[in-house]
């Protein structure tokens, strides 16, 4: 066949084409997968833009104030419940002897009513409730007193679990930090954190995480409409400019629900970021829910 014959130009083509179109999918498949791993990135705990954070900052001021806990004091002892008082039998009275005096003549009354009581059983059935509430009143005195017993020896052994010794022994405090730290974070970290949920994390891309910091704010953001199901989502392209600002926003992937897709566009609008990492812009986008946890695409 003959080099410049119209066969070889068409199988040339084709060849040409099928190359051209793998490079396509190869890009469009890398795009995917860079996108797909911006979900996993963490946030340590704690106010700022401190993205590259590994480490949640300590609540505290800087240089810290160095204090002594007074102990608290070891719980008494548990307590036998008092036993009720009975009260005190007074001593028989001897009976006078009888003087026999005449029997009075009865007189006729009205037969008795038989659905009526008697006044002894109302006596005696008045006896029986009024005892029956005594006893629970005390039971019930019994249990309160278990129950704060139960609770203030919880409270020393969390105590001990906590602070590794008996009170008595003090413990001292280094309130070293930031105002904008928390609890179980380093001193360290004396910049910030990013508004995450981890107190640590190891090392990771600084764009994804800025990315992921993006994501954050915007769903801090997000006020959806009332009544929406939080299984609604919409992916949103933007351009994210070096400085961090935000602009060229549109929907690509409605949730269905227009109220919906303009409480997340609103969500963008009022999201600030500081610089990108890398000080360039380009065109982005993010899928965003009301769920808490990152679900499906980023």
């Given at each position: 066949?003959?080099?410049?014959?119209?066969?070889?130009y068409?199988l040339?083509?084709?060849?040409?084409?099928l190359?051209?179109?793998?490079?396509?999918?190869?890009g469009?498949a890398?795009?995917?997968?860079?996108q797909e791993?911006?979900?996993v990135f963490?946030?340590v705990?704690?106010?700022?833009?401190?993205y590259?954070?590994?480490v949640a900052p300590a609540?505290?001021?800087p240089?810290g104030?160095?204090l002594?806990?007074?102990?608290?004091?070891?719980?008494?002892?548990p307590q036998p419940?008092?036993a009720?008082?009975?009260?005190?039998?007074?001593a028989p009275i001897a009976?006078?002897?009888s003087?026999?005096v005449?029997?009075?003549?009865p007189a006729?009354?009205a037969?008795a009513n038989?659905d009526?009581p008697?006044?002894?059983k109302?006596?005696?059935s008045?006896?029986?409730?009024k005892?029956?509430?005594?006893?629970?009143?005390y039971?019930r005195?019994?249990?309160k007193?278990a129950?704060?017993?139960?609770?203030?020896r919880?409270n020393?052994?969390?105590?001990?679990k906590?602070?590794?010794s008996?009170?008595?022994?003090a413990?001292?405090?280094?309130?070293?930090?930031?105002a904008?730290?928390?609890?179980g974070?380093?001193t360290?970290?004396?910049e910030g954190?990013a508004?995450?949920?981890?107190?640590?994390?190891?090392e990771q891309?600084l764009?994804?995480?800025?990315?992921?910091?993006?994501k954050?704010?915007?769903?801090?953001n997000?006020v959806?409409?009332p009544g929406v199901s939080?299984r609604?989502e919409?992916?949103?392209?933007?351009y994210?400019?070096?400085?961090?600002?935000l602009s060229?926003?549109?929907i690509v992937?409605?949730s269905?629900?227009?109220?919906?897709?303009e409480?997340?566009?609103?969500?963008?609008?009022?999201?600030?970021?500081p610089p990108?990492p890398?000080h360039r812009?380009?065109m982005d986008?993010?899928?965003i829910?009301?769920r808490?946890?990152?679900?499906?695409?980023p």
């Amino acid at each position: 066949m003959n080099a410049h014959s119209p066969q070889a130009y068409f199988l040339s083509a084709v060849l040409h084409a099928l190359a051209a179109a793998i490079v396509l999918l190869l890009g469009f498949a890398a795009s995917q997968s860079r996108q797909e791993t911006t979900k996993v990135f963490e946030l340590v705990a704690g106010q700022g833009d401190n993205y590259a954070a590994t480490v949640a900052p300590a609540i505290g001021v800087p240089g810290g104030i160095k204090l002594t806990v007074p102990a608290p004091p070891a719980p008494p002892a548990p307590q036998p419940p008092e036993a009720a008082a009975i009260p005190p039998q007074s001593a028989p009275i001897a009976e006078a002897p009888s003087i026999p005096v005449a029997k009075p003549v009865p007189a006729k009354t009205a037969p008795a009513n038989k659905d009526q009581p008697s006044f002894s059983k109302i006596v005696k059935s008045t006896e029986n409730r009024k005892a029956a509430r005594i006893e629970a009143q005390y039971r019930r005195q019994l249990a309160k007193e278990a129950a704060a017993e139960a609770k203030q020896r919880e409270n020393y052994e969390q105590y001990l679990k906590e602070h590794g010794s008996a009170p008595g022994k003090a413990p001292r405090v280094d309130a070293e930090g930031i105002a904008g730290g928390v609890v179980g974070g380093s001193t360290a970290n004396k910049e910030g954190g990013a508004g995450g949920k981890a107190l640590t994390r190891d090392e990771q891309d600084l764009l994804g995480s800025y990315i992921a910091m993006l994501k954050a704010r915007v769903k801090e953001n997000l006020v959806p409409p009332p009544g929406v199901s939080d299984r609604l989502e919409a992916r949103v392209e933007f351009y994210l400019a070096a400085d961090g600002s935000l602009s060229r926003l549109r929907i690509v992937n409605s949730s269905g629900n227009g109220e919906f897709d303009e409480a997340v566009l609103e969500a963008f609008r009022h999201t600030q970021m500081p610089p990108r990492p890398d000080h360039r812009g380009e065109m982005d986008s993010l899928t965003i829910n009301m769920r808490d946890e990152d679900e499906g695409s980023p």
